[in-house]
């Protein structure tokens, strides 16, 4: 399949609780990066794997983790939930670290009450 | 995104009509000006963008104009579609570092 398939697609989450998104790359793809897009906002960068290793992370604080795995799907877990987190978490992948060949995914809704 | 400025915020146009996007930058080390378009539960898709080598491009219905000296590019979409409706973002980078988005521009075109 191609394209980039994230899971959950929506999710409601109470405030202390921790959460993990998946997303799977499109083929061919080795680097996912994540991004969070809060209400009525652009995208914001988390952070970026590369050969399952972190390559670059935005102005997020450590409670934000991700992992890589060897298929080069990819989880972003985040711990202490607060409000402010509820929003969309964007995946993209692309093949290197270089972002001219995005490809993003439909996004998880995080709703944190 | 404090780095990169977009407007106008929303814009409504009528089928037909030229509704064009502007988005300012800071960082003249940026060498990528691409513009997203996303609808809505759905992520960004590219939809076009430039290299600072050319001032203008054009594929099917939507330009480009990039104007270096004033750090600035614009999305024009020609002959405008209802199906057009989308926010769409400008994002400027540079290589291997993270796209920066500006805060998106909610283009409605009415029939």
């Known amino acids: 399949e191609t394209g980039v398939t994230q899971s959950p697609t929506h999710l409601i989450k109470t405030r202390g609780q921790q959460v993990t998104l998946r997303c799977s790359s499109q083929?061919?793809?080795?680097?996912v990066s994540w991004y969070q897009q809060a209400l009525g906002q652009g995208p914001q960068f988390i952070f970026q794997y590369y050969r399952e290793e972190e390559n670059g992370r935005g102005n997020f604080p450590p409670r934000f983790s991700g992992l890589q795995f060897p298929n080069y799907s990819s989880e972003l877990n985040v711990n202490a939930l607060e409000l402010d987190d509820s929003a969309l978490y964007l995946c993209?992948?692309?093949?290197?670290?270089?972002?001219?060949?995005?490809?993003f995914g439909s996004g998880t809704r995080l709703t944190v009450v | 995104q404090q780095q990169v400025k977009q407007s106008p915020q929303s814009l409504i146009v009528q089928k037909g009509g030229i509704p064009i996007i502007n988005c300012a930058y800071e960082?003249?080390?940026?060498?990528?000006f691409p513009w997203y378009q996303q609808f809505p539960g759905k992520g960004p898709a590219l939809l076009i963008a430039?290299?600072?080598?050319?001032s203008e491009k054009k594929e099917g219905r939507f330009t480009i104009s990039f104007n270096k000296s004033a750090k600035q590019f614009s999305l024009h979409i020609m002959d405008s579609q209802p199906g057009d409706s989308a926010t769409y973002f400008c994002a400027p980078s540079r290589g291997n570092t993270p796209l920066v988005f500006g805060k998106g521009t909610r283009l409605s075109v009415i029939a």
């Open positions: 960082n003249t080390a940026f060498d990528y």
């Open positions: 083929s061919g793809h080795n680097t």
């Open positions: 430039i290299r600072p080598d050319v």
């Open positions: 993209a992948s692309s093949l290197g670290t270089e972002i001219y060949g995005y490809t």
